[in-house]
């Protein structure tokens, strides 16, 4: 979770989605993104809408408007490098489905060049590490 540090959530060490109901939150597109899918499903499941009062495809619009819109948004910490934004905290979010397995498709006859033959194996180590 990305929250600004004007938020009280911002001193803890991890959050549950059970903390976040009275939250506001900013996500990516839903109907693009995975990610933000997510965000609906578990918050349902905990019993709570999510207060939704941004909408964005751009991760750096997100991050940097959080503390304006005094909202909080689920990202993967991966992005944490890229959506670099003062005044605020990545905190990790502990749910059993915080981890999403990469998978790749391909048609029978697509010939993979040396470079995303490469790449599909690295995905695969760096899949393979989280089990």
Known sequence: MVVPESNPLSKKSFLTYK??????????????????????????????EPNIVLEHDDLQVLVSSLDNSQSICLLPIEYKDIGKS?????????????????????????????DMEGFIQFIKKIDASWL
Do not use: C, M
Not at 34 to 44: G, Q
């Open 86 to 114: 003062s005044g605020v905290k990545w905190i990790p979010l502990k749910d059993k489905y915080a981890h999403f397995s990469i998978g790749i498709a391909l048609r029978k006859d697509f010939i993979l060049s040396p």
């Open 19 to 48: 903390q976040l109901e009275n939250q506001r939150f900013s996500t990516l597109t839903i109907e693009k993104y995975t990610i933000s899918r997510l965000l609906l499903d578990r918050t349902r499941y905990y019993g709570y």
